[in-house]
């Protein structure tokens, strides 16, 4: 069906590497494919996700929605 000499070599047992370890195996036009993020190291997929907070948006967010812990000590109680 496919014209020949046109089309790219067809791997169908790919191996992703991630880490020097095969992750999984998928099709490719390429026998090897190294990753430095996949579904089980990403922090969205692994509920390990942190957030970055270098201004302060998420306690004053917190603050202002009166969500902070009562535990928490932040900038306002060193100032009282």
Request: charged letters at 30%.
């Amino acid at each position: 069906m496919a014209k020949s000499g046109i089309h790219p070599e067809w791997y169908p047992e790919a191996k992703v590497y991630c880490n020097g370890e095969v992750v999984m195996t998928v099709g490719s036009t390429k026998p090897e494919i190294h990753v430095d993020v996949w579904s089980g190291n990403h922090p969205f997929f692994t509920g390990t996700q942190k957030i970055i907070d270098t201004e302060g948006r998420v306690e004053r967010f917190l603050r202002k929605y009166g969500m902070m812990d009562s535990g928490k000590s932040g900038k306002s109680d060193a100032k009282k």
